[in-house]
């Protein structure tokens, strides 16, 4: 667990689960860092009625070609999101990885946890291709 000023920092599990009698379990900070990053990924934006800004918009452009301007736009919704919402990481790089044949879309975070100077890399599917 990570302090802050003084402050024990602990954050639940996402999604949310069941452990014992305790609802919900808890994680650790550098757990918590990659669950935030997960959700704040995996949730289209303008779906979260008190912060249409949360998440990514990359959900909008299923139907759109799989090529560099695709790319683009998800790596700087992707970084622009990441630095607005979860502070407790310092970005280093976002590369989004496509393969044309099968419609297949990767975004890999490159980050270091602030409190621990831990580097972390983090990769998520946006499209599984089909």
Same mark, same amino acid.
């Given at each position: 667990?990570? $302090? !802050?000023?003084? $402050?024990?920092?602990?954050?639940?599990?996402?999604?949310?689960?069941?452990?014992?009698?305790?609802? /919900?379990?808890?994680?650790?900070?550098?757990?918590?860092?990659?669950?935030?990053?997960?959700?704040?990924? %995996? $949730? /289209?934006?303008?779906?979260?009625?008190? +912060?249409?800004?949360?998440?990514? %918009?990359?959900?909008?452009?299923?139907?759109?070609?799989?090529?560099?301007?695709?790319?683009?736009?998800?790596? %700087?919704?992707?970084?622009?999101?990441?630095?607005?919402?979860?502070?407790?990481?310092?970005?280093?790089?976002?590369?989004? !990885?496509?393969?044309?044949?099968?419609?297949?879309?990767?975004?890999?975070?490159?980050?270091?946890? +602030?409190?621990?100077?831990?580097?972390?890399? !983090?990769?998520? /599917?946006?499209?599984?291709?089909?």
């Amino acid at each position: 667990m990570a $302090t !802050i000023a003084g $402050t024990l920092v602990r954050g639940f599990k996402y999604p949310f689960q069941k452990v014992g009698r305790d609802l /919900p379990a808890s994680a650790t900070d550098e757990t918590s860092i990659t669950d935030s990053l997960i959700q704040l990924i %995996s $949730t /289209p934006k303008r779906t979260r009625v008190m +912060r249409p800004s949360f998440g990514v %918009s990359a959900y909008d452009w299923v139907f759109e070609p799989n090529n560099n301007l695709l790319a683009e736009n998800i790596r %700087s919704d992707v970084a622009t999101v990441v630095g607005r919402y979860e502070p407790r990481v310092l970005l280093r790089s976002v590369d989004v !990885i496509r393969d044309e044949d099968t419609g297949r879309v990767d975004v890999v975070i490159n980050y270091v946890i +602030r409190s621990t100077r831990q580097e972390r890399q !983090i990769i998520l /599917p946006l499209y599984s291709g089909s």
